[in-house]
C-alpha cells in the first residue's frame, strides 16, 4: 500500500517535472473539441471559397472562351468581338470594368449582355435582357442590346461581354491575339468588399493562322457586316481594316 | 472503456482505413450496376466505410497515441527522457496533423485542375502545426517555485547543419526569384507571390527555431536538461523546420515554372518536388527519423 502511494507520488512529481517543460494534454473530448472546430473552420471556410462567398470568383472551375465572330458596328466606326463570363458562383457578381489586350487594336467600348438563364435556353426562347445601368456615356449597341458597366451577373447566368475596337494597324501577326480582364466585386455597399480581375485568356478572341484555308475547319474568322453578309477574314486586323474601309 | 476503444482505434487506423476505402468503392464497382435490390447492401457498405472514417478521424483528432511511449522508450536514454519524448511526440502528431488536414482542405478551394494547391495546403499546415505545437503559453502549469537556467543555448546545438543550409539556399533562391520578378514587370502575379510565401516561410521557421531554442527552461536535474535538450532539437528540425522547408521548396518551384517553358525549368522544378517530398518524409516521427536524429 505504501509502496503504491509512493510510486503514484513519484509519478505525479515527474508530471509536475516535465509540465514546467511541456503542457500536459487537455484530455481527450476537450483535444477533439478544439481540434474538430478548427478543422470545420477550415471546411466552412473552403465552402464558402468554393462558393464564391467570400471573394468573386465566378470561373472557378469552369472554362469560358471567345465567340469566333466579329461583328461590324452599326455605325461602322469599329468592329466588335464577344468574350464569355460565365458566373458559376453561387453569388452575384458585379463586372466593373474591362480592359482588353490586342496588338494592333484601340479599344473603342465596351458592354455586356446577359444570356438568359439555361431553363429558357433550353426551350428555345432566347430572352435578351437588357440591363438597367447607370451609364453616363451613350454608348454603341448591337441589335442584341449591350448594356454599359457596371453589370451584375447573377449566379448560373452567363454574360457575354462585347469588345468594340477600331484596328491602328492592318497587318496580323501569327498567334493568339485578344485577351479580356474583367474586373468584378460584389456590388456597391456588398460585404465583403473584395474584388478580383479574371483574365479570360484560356480561349483569345483570334489564333492567327497565315495557312488557314477552311471555315469548316474553325480556322478562319467569320465577320459579319452591317448588311448582315458574312464575309472570311484571315485576321482580326486585316478583316476589320476591310470592313470599316 | 471509452480509452480503450480509441486506444484500439488508434492502433488499427490501418486496417480501418482499408476497411473505409473498399467500403466506399465496393457499392460503386460491384452492388450499383447490379440494380435496385442492392441498395441496401450499397448502404450498409457506405455507413460501415463512414463509421470508420469518423471513428480514425476522431481518434487523430482527440490526439490520442498509444504507441507515443514505445516510440519513445525506444529512442530515449533514460526513462525520464522517455516521458519527455512521449509527451511531445503526442502534442506535436496531433498538432501536425490538425494541421496538415485543416491545410489541405483550404488548398481544396483554390485547386482547379490539379491537386498542388491541396498538397501546398498539407505542407503548410503541418508547418503551421509544428510550430504551433511550441507555442506553450497556454495550459503550462507551474508547481515549482519559479528558477531559470541561464547556460547559454545557441541555434546551431539544436539545428541540423542540412536544414541551415537548406533554408539559407532557399532564402538566396527565393531572393533571385523576387528580383527576377520584379525586374520582369510581368502581369502574372504568381512568380512574385511564390518566391514571397518561400521567402517568408525561411524567415518564419528561422524565428520559431530560435523561439524553442531560447525559450525559457527552469532549473533542472542533468538527466532532465539532457531530455529537454533532445526534445528541443527534435522540436527545432522535425516539428516544423523540415515540413517548412518542404514548403518552401514546392514555393520555389511554383515561381520556377512560371518563370520559363524549357527542359531545364521542368527538370529542375521536378528535381525540387522531389527534394519536398524527402525533407518531408524526413520529418515524419518514425522510429528511423527520431534515432538518426538523436544519434546524430
Redesign the interface.
Known sequence: MTATLEHRRGDRD?E???????????G??K??AV??T??G???A??VL??GGHLYPRPT??SSSGSGSNLEVGQARDAVSATVILPNYSNRAVRITGISFGGAGAELVDVGVILEPPNETQSQGEPVIEEQTTQATVPLPRNERGAAPLPVMVPPDRTATIVVWFRPTECVDEPGPWGTVDATIDFGADAFPPFSNTI?LTQDPIALVDPDATSVNGGDVLILRNVDGSFIEVSGPLAGACEALR | M??RL?NAVRRHRARLTVVAFFGILFPFLVVAPQGEGSRITAAVLLSLAAVCVLLVL?VN????DPDAETRALDVAPDP?AA??FA??L??SK?FRF?GG???A??G???A?SNLTPVLVGLLAGIAVGGAMAEV?F???????PRSAEITLRRLSDYVTRTDTAALITIAVAAFAMIAIAVADRS?QPKPLWSALAALAAVLATTGMQWAVVVRR??A?SVD?RRA?DL?RRLAATQGFTRPAIAFALVMVSQSLATFANSTTITIAVIALWILALAWYVASRQSRRNLRALIDS
Open positions: 515527474l509536475d517535472r516535465l509540465d514546467e517543460l511541456i503542457p500536459r494534454s487537455a481527450p473530448f483535444t477533439l481540434s474538430a478548427v478543422v473552420v477550415a471546411i471556410a473552403t471559397t468554393i472557378f472551375g483574365s | 471509452m480509452h480509441m476522431a483528432l482527440s490526439g490520442r525520464l516521458a519527455l509527451r511531445w503526442r502534442r496531433h490538425v488536414l485543416s491545410g482542405t483550404l481544396v478551394a483554390f482547379e506553450h497556454f495550459g503550462q502549469r507551474h508547481t515549482s502581369d527552461r527552469p533542472l532532465l529537454d526534445m
